[in-house]
């Protein structure tokens, strides 16, 4: 499986994204999903995580009820729905899964490349 991240970009305090994640291969669709992000400065942190049939999710308390995080495994694709954005949610923002990251993914770590977000105050 590859990730290709997408949808990043400039908005304002306030504002709203949704990104994507496209994945390619034809089990995507049996693993679970996760968003990370990493602020300039700081470590990566865990954003929100979805299960592989988009049953369950799970959000880090700093964006829970501002993000969503879906799912269409028909497209292969994940996504992360960002609303009431702050400046400190600045970050990249990846995709990934694997390993220890997400429980019901693959053996190993996949991460995608990867999207910027700028929030301005």
């Known amino acids: 499986v590859q990730l290709q991240a997408s949808g990043g970009g400039l908005v304002q305090d306030g504002g709203s994204l949704r990104l994507s994640c496209a994945a390619s291969g034809r089990i995507f669709s049996t693993y679970a999903m996760a968003w990370f992000r990493q602020a300039p400065g700081k470590e990566r942190e865990f954003v929100a995580v979805?299960?592989?049939?988009?049953?369950?999710?799970y959000y880090a308390d700093s964006v829970k009820g501002r993000f969503t995080i879906s799912r269409d495994n028909a497209k292969n694709t994940v996504n992360l729905q960002l609303n009431s954005l702050k400046p400190e949610d600045t970050a990249i923002y990846y995709c990934a899964t694997g390993g220890s990251l997400v429980v019901g993914g693959p053996k190993d770590e996949i991460w995608g490349q990867g999207t910027l977000v700028t929030v301005s105050s």
């Open positions: 979805i299960s592989w049939n988009g049953d369950h999710t």
